[in-house]
């Protein structure tokens, strides 16, 4: 984790890299503010979430509600994307209801 926070950017991790770190991390319950702060930043500066599939968004914003990781910014700029969908259709009920706890 270290290492991650030592990066100057985080564009070279896919969605899904981004996402199975932090709920790694989250799931054994192993506490790294200054990673999942970078991961925010990068996340939050992104021009759009399109690259993300609703299993990752889910499994984020799971993880940062578990870590108790607070990154408003964040979690707005993911509400404001799913917001825009047209329909729901691509997230199952599980991702829906993660979701939903997270939030």
């Known amino acids: 984790a270290d290492h991650i926070t030592a990066l100057n950017q985080l564009r070279a991790f896919k969605p899904q890299e981004l996402s199975n770190m932090v709920w790694a991390?989250?799931?054994?319950?192993?506490?790294?503010?200054?990673?999942?702060?970078k991961v925010a930043d990068h996340i939050t500066a992104?021009?759009?979430?399109?690259?993300?599939?609703?299993?990752?968004?889910?499994?984020?914003?799971?993880?940062?509600?578990?870590?108790?990781?607070?990154?408003?910014?964040?979690?707005?700029?993911?509400?404001?994307h799913i917001t825009a969908l047209d329909h729901l259709g691509a997230f199952n009920s599980q991702a829906l209801s993660n979701m939903t706890w997270a939030f």
């Open 25 to 37: 991390f989250a799931k054994v319950e192993l506490s790294h503010p200054g990673m999942f702060g």
């Open 46 to 80: 992104l021009d759009h979430l399109g690259a993300f599939k609703p299993q990752e968004l889910s499994n984020m914003t799971w993880a940062f509600a578990k870590a108790e990781s607070s990154h408003p910014r964040m979690f707005g700029k993911v509400a404001d």
